[in-house]
T-cell receptor
Framework: DAKTTQPNSMESNEEEPVHLPCNHSTISGTDYIHWYRQLPSQGPEYVIHGLTSNVNNRMASLAIAEDRKSSTLILHRATLRDAAVYYCILRGLISNFGNEKLTFGTGTRLTIIP | DTEVTQTPKHLVMGMTNKKSLKCEQHMGHRAMYWYKQKAKKPPELMFVYSYEKLSINESVPSRFSPECPNSSLLNLHLHALQPEDSALYLC???????????FGQGTRLTVV
């Protein structure tokens, strides 16, 4: 499986934008880039995903480099509730039946400073 | 209904016990996953079921036995576990297309 590399931790001030980077230099042409986050004592929750173009939703934006070897999750205005571990994951097709592994890297622990 | 429900939330079991973890989803997802997560570590994939058939076993010891009785249910049968198997066990489901996965809140397992 293609691997992702993220900083172990980041801090940001409340109500400021946050840019969370992810490197995935061995990404294949069919891999989608997914971001999940895990709040304390909860299961991971989906944030956003994309293939080639930048994506926006109500939670965040995803900026994908032109060569697809890196991406950045953007939280436009961080709140205390955004403190979590953020995981960048590549979803790769591994069989003709559409089975896909969801393999987590170490993630980035985001701390929001009031 | 976009929930994945896991029961029980907490489980304490002895090393000679047999217990089962349950996971249920009603989103029509045909792929379901079991993960194990130790404290301060990322979730580690254990098993993947696709269309109710086991498609991936990440070399998990046989004391963990998955079962998918139907498209909505996923079980993880536990037998003769070790204290180091204590962890948060997460279930997830997704469509077999390139869409988001949904995770349950997990079962916190303690083996004594």
């Amino acid at each position: 499986d293609a691997k992702t590399t993220q900083p172990n931790s980041m801090e940001s001030n409340e109500e400021e934008p946050v840019h969370l980077p992810c490197n995935h230099s061995t990404i294949s042409g069919t891999d989608y880039i997914h971001w999940y986050r895990q709040l304390p004592s909860q299961g991971p929750e989906y944030v956003i995903h994309g293939l080639t173009s930048n994506v926006n939703n109500r939670m965040a934006s995803l900026a994908i480099a032109e060569d697809r070897k890196s991406s950045t999750l953007i939280l436009h205005r961080a709140t205390l509730r955004d403190a979590a571990v953020y995981y960048c994951i590549l979803r790769g097709l591994i069989s003709n039946f559409g089975n896909e592994k969801l393999t987590f890297g170490t993630g980035t622990r985001l701390t929001i400073i009031p | 209904d976009t929930e994945v429900t896991q029961t029980p939330k907490h489980l304490v079991m002895g090393m000679t016990n047999k217990k089962s973890l349950k996971c249920e989803q009603h989103m029509g997802h045909r792929a379901m996953y079991w993960y194990k997560q130790k404290a301060k570590k990322p979730p580690e994939l254990m098993f993947v079921y696709s269309y109710e058939k086991l498609s991936i076993n990440e070399s998990v010891p046989s004391r963990f036995s998955p079962e998918c009785p139907n498209s909505s249910l996923l079980n993880l049968h536990l037998h003769a576990l070790q204290p180091e198997d204590s962890a948060l066990y997460l279930c997830a489901s997704s469509d077999t297309g390139r869409t988001e996965a949904f995770f349950g809140q997990g079962t916190r397992l303690t083996v004594v």
